[in-house]
T-cell receptor, first 112, second 114 residues
Framework: GQSLEQPSEVTAVEGAIVQINCTYQTSGFYGLSWYQQHDGGAPTFLSY????GLEETGRFSSFLSRSDSYGYLLLQELQMKDSASYFCAVRDSGNQGGKLIFGQGTELSVKP | DTEVTQTPKHLVMGMTNKKSLKCEQHMGHRAMYWYKQKAKKPPELMFVYSYEKLSINESVPSRFSPECPNSSLLNLHLHALQPEDSALYLC?????????????FGPGTRLTVT
């Protein structure tokens, strides 16, 4: 089976930097995705890492270490609108290859 | 057009009703998904259609019946639901491979079963 672990809650202040970690256990690995979901909204794709290293997209960056089965999402210059749930996700590697497995989600609260 | 649309936005139904949820995308995506999401939980996969054929059914009760009339449309037919089926139902699509790391989600239908 496959499992992902991420913190349930993170709190930070506006303008700060926050890192949301995700560790995974998989029998095969294709890459790690991150999704953002505002309360009452739809999940929105943020980033994908297939190889080790840091991928930067504006204020958001995502990192992957395949050897450590670990990744993180880094949010810089936090804004109030970044308050949301963040999910890491991996693709199922078994015969259910059409399935994306989500972590339990991290609720980020940005305070003024 | 990078949008997945879903109707209705909200639905209240009794346990004896029959209703349908609709999803549409015009991005030419070949895989479409139904997810169920409870509050403070991740999306939970229900069904996957790949090239208009059902490729995954996550042991969903038969009171949920998916249908893919064409490559742009996905329906979820509901019958004799239970109160515990109340949730946000999300439709998603991806360009080619089912299980793609980049899925586009619709805004969801918030379903309440009374």
């Amino acid at each position: 089976g496959q499992s992902l672990e991420q913190p349930s809650e993170v709190t930070a202040v506006e303008g700060a930097i926050v890192q949301i970690n995700c560790t995974y256990q998989t029998s095969g690995f294709y890459g790690l995705s991150w999704y953002q979901q505002h309360d009452g909204g739809a999940p929105t794709f943020l980033s994908y890492n297939a190889l080790d290293g840091l991928e930067e997209t504006g204020r958001f960056s995502s990192f992957l270490s395949r050897s450590d089965s670990y990744g993180y999402l880094l949010l810089q210059e936090l804004q109030m609108k970044d308050s949301a749930s963040y999910f890491c996700a991996v693709r199922d590697s078994g015969n259910q290859g059409g399935k994306l497995i989500f972590g339990q989600g991290t609720e980020l609260s940005v305070k003024p | 057009d990078t949008e997945v649309t879903q109707t209705p936005k909200h639905l209240v139904m009794g346990m004896t009703n029959k209703k349908s949820l609709k999803c549409e995308q015009h991005m030419g995506h070949r895989a479409m998904y139904w997810y169920k999401q409870k509050a403070k939980k991740p999306p939970e996969l229900m069904f996957v259609y790949s090239y208009e054929k059902l490729s995954i059914n996550e042991s969903v009760p038969s009171r949920f019946s998916p249908e893919c009339p064409n490559s742009s449309l996905l329906n979820l037919h509901l019958h004799a639901l239970q109160p515990e089926d109340s949730a946000l139902y999300l439709c998603a699509s991806s360009q080619e491979a089912a299980g793609s790391y980049e899925q586009y989600f619709g805004p969801g239908t918030r379903l309440t079963v009374t």
